[in-house]
């Protein structure tokens, strides 16, 4: 099935830096999720990316998917506490929707 | 507008005993997903139902784990006769369609003495 890698697990920014974080796949995906998970809470959707080269913004996070649909990157403009959390990215498969998840990256931002 | 309700949030059983977890959807959603999620780990697929259908179990254990989601009433993850490893969170997520974004409960944490 497909499966998808996000290295490192953990990053540590100081307050202000950006931060850029990759989802890799070896074989093409249809499409790409990312969700956000708070210490102790639930992941919620942030963005969804079907085409190749999309790029999508939401206030300072840019994603985008790459052109041969292998990769996906998510970056944080001059990160805030806020921010703090860890990202998964997700993929699912045509009609059959169940996800699969990254191990994720667990996100530290030093005030 | 209620997102999708997790019970309870967290559970604590002894080895051996029965967990049941409940899940009920957000309004006007009819698929549903449980997820399992250890330490440090992303969250893994167990099971995604609609109303009193079993789509896909391939991400379920053969033994001890069931589920379903009735015409009436919230979707239950089952675990019988638990085991040490059991203990996780559980995830819960709903979506109108079978290609609409997954909303996420809050999750059951449980753990097994």
């Known amino acids: 099935g497909q499966q998808v890698m996000q290295i490192p697990q953990y990053q540590h920014v100081q307050e202000g830096e950006d931060f850029t974080t990759y989802c890799n796949s070896s074989t093409t995906l249809s499409n790409i999720q990312w969700y956000k998970q708070r210490p102790g809470g639930h992941p919620v959707f942030l963005i969804q990316l079907v085409k190749s080269g999309e790029v999508k913004k939401q206030k300072r996070l840019t994603f985008q998917f790459g052109e041969a649909k292998k990769n996906s990157s998510l970056h944080i403009t001059a990160t805030q506490t806020t921010d703090v959390g860890t990202y998964f990215c997700a993929v699912s498969r045509g009609a059959n929707s169940k996800l699969t998840f990254g191990k994720g990256i667990t996100l530290s931002v030093r005030p | ?113």
């Open chain 2, 1 to 113: 507008n209620a997102g999708v309700m997790q019970n309870p949030r967290h559970l604590v059983r002894r080895r051996g005993q029965e967990a049941r977890l409940r899940c009920s959807p957000m309004k006007g959603h009819s698929h549903v997903y449980w997820y399992r999620q250890l330490p440090e780990e992303g969250l893994k697929f167990m099971v995604y139902l609609q109303k009193e259908n079993i789509i896909d179990e391939s991400g379920m254990p053969k033994e001890r784990f069931s589920a379903e989601f009735p015409k009436e009433g919230p979707s239950i993850l089952r675990i019988q006769q638990v085991v040490r490893g059991d203990s996780a969170a559980y995830f819960c997520a709903s979506s109108r369609t079978d290609n609409q974004p997954q909303h996420f409960g809050d999750g059951t944490r449980l753990s097994i003495l």
